[in-house]
């Protein structure tokens, strides 16, 4: 499996394009309210597929955050999509100035990748995660340990991007995929696990480390 080494993601690459072409014509054109717009709008973009490097913590049974953004839940519940048994559940809420990167929570297996077509209702409001279009990801660790990670569309985010397969090996902090112009990500990690986080808490994809798995 490939995924971006480059400070800038992909699959933003296209859209800077763009927004830097119309800009360079505006200019062209003459048109300077017109270009300095475009260039708010190109900086704007440019910014949004930031792809920074992380420092993965070097830390036994650690979980560390698929996404950057702010901790909106934290705690055990029961979601029949995903499993049969309670789960603790960790949603982070993205707004459109974080990075959109998303990083694999745990080194192991794929063994499931799910995209299921929904909603889009704002990635905050208490019903997303059941209405909006998302994606899950089963990974399961050398332990055997399976956790769940699902990306969220939201009322801005229409496009959900996933470059794992089953059957693919990731490592912790890996780059696994990205969402468009702000939304969420689940992750579903089995009831025993230590949380490190809170509701209200900042994190960083890669680098922040959400609970520990005993």
């Known amino acids: 499996m490939l995924t971006p080494k480059a400070p800038i993601a992909q699959e933003g690459i296209p859209f800077i394009l763009y927004t830097a072409f119309l800009t360079m014509v505006s ?18 973009v440019t910014m949004f597929f930031r792809d920074p490097e992380r420092f993965i913590p070097d830390v036994p049974n650690a979980v560390v955050s698929p996404a950057d953004g702010k901790v909106i839940l934290a705690d055990q519940v029961s979601d029949s999509r995903f499993s049969d048994v309670d789960m603790v559940k960790i949603s982070i809420f993205m707004n459109v100035f974080n990075v959109h990167v998303n990083r694999s ?28 279009e998302y994606c899950a990801v089963t990974v399961k660790d050398e332990a055997g340990r399976s956790i769940i990670f699902v990306q969220i569309a939201g009322l801005v985010a229409r496009r ?53 798995l005993n």
């Open 160 to 212: 959900i991007v996933c470059w794992l397969e089953k059957g693919d090996l990731i490592g912790r902090g890996e780059r696994f995929g990205l969402i468009r112009f702000g939304s969420r990500v689940d992750i579903y990690l089995p009831k025993d696990a230590v949380l490190q986080v809170q509701v209200g808490s900042k994190v960083r994809a890669g680098e922040s480390i959400l609970a520990e």
């Open 105 to 132: 929570p745990i080194k192991g297996v794929v063994t499931g990748v799910n995209h299921v077509p929904g909603k889009f209702l704002a990635a905050d409001h208490q019903n997303a995660h059941l209405k909006n």
């Open 27 to 44: 200019a062209l054109l003459g048109l300077t309210w017109t270009t300095v717009l475009l260039l708010v709008v190109t900086s704007f």
